[in-house]
């Protein structure tokens, strides 16, 4: 499931960003529906049916947008698909999506789980901007998935562009992305301040050994010596 849950993400973003072929739009319903059998599953196993819900809220989303797509036949579907605002909640959910794919894969969540999860972030992310931003006039907006993915980089590592959001969604999603980033940025400055604190302690450690060594050796011997001073005084 988490190979799939990966190549679902690779196929969303070369949707929304060049848009998909009928093969591969076939290898998205295969994937979607796979992904409501384990759904339906993991509902039937689980013992309170609302809070699981009530969990799974975005989860339940990702479901619910490719049958819109898959029953576009419908006029109110077909109108649903062309509505911006459910490509962001896409995006959201398939990034919550990786997200716990990569929890469950990489159960400690270290320097390595954020770094991935940054990666599916940063291209996603990219993704969606260009989608919402490609068609504003005068080709003022991010126009091709290059420039969108440097932009995006941009925000993730909190320097940003001359470049802002013209539309309402693009920057919902720049706002997310930007608190992303933020929580992001102070996870990592304190994981490498607390890398180098920790060589510091270590290397500290490394030059008290032979103090230590000499001041342990100098207390055996004078607890022989007291030992040996009882003795006679014993006597």
């Avoid at 698909?81 to 270290?110: E, F, K, P």
Wanted: aromatic share 10%; net charge positive; charged share 20%.
């Amino acid at each position: 499931m988490a190979a799939l849950g990966l190549v679902w993400l690779v196929l969303v973003i070369v949707d929304l960003s060049r848009g998909l072929g009928p093969l591969a739009s076939r290898t998205v319903l295969l994937i979607w529906a796979v992904f409501v059998l384990d759904f339906l599953l993991r509902f039937a196993l689980a013992p309170g049916k609302w809070r699981f819900l009530r969990g799974n809220a975005l989860t339940v989303a990702a479901l619910a947008l490719p049958a819109f797509r898959a029953f576009r036949a419908v006029r109110v579907l077909r109108a649903l698909t062309r509505l911006r605002g459910l490509q962001l909640v896409r995006i959201l959910s398939s990034i919550n999506r990786s997200m716990r794919a990569l929890g469950r894969t990489m159960r400690r969540r270290g320097f390595g789980y954020v770094l991935a999860l940054t990666v599916i972030v940063t291209f996603t992310g990219a993704a969606g901007m260009q989608y919402f931003e490609r068609e504003l006039p005068h080709g003022q907006g991010l126009n091709d998935f290059a420039t969108a993915l440097w932009w995006t980089a941009m925000i993730m590592t909190t320097m940003g562009s001359e470049y802002w959001p013209k539309t309402a969604e693009g920057r919902m999603l720049c706002l997310i992305l930007a608190l992303y980033a933020f929580a992001v940025f102070g996870y990592v400055t304190g994981t490498i301040a607390t890398y180098f604190i920790d060589r510091d302690i270590e290397a500290q450690r490394q030059r008290d050994a032979p103090d230590q060594q000499a001041l342990a050796a100098e207390l055996a011997a004078l607890r022989t010596e007291l030992q040996a001073l009882r003795r006679k005084l014993g006597h």
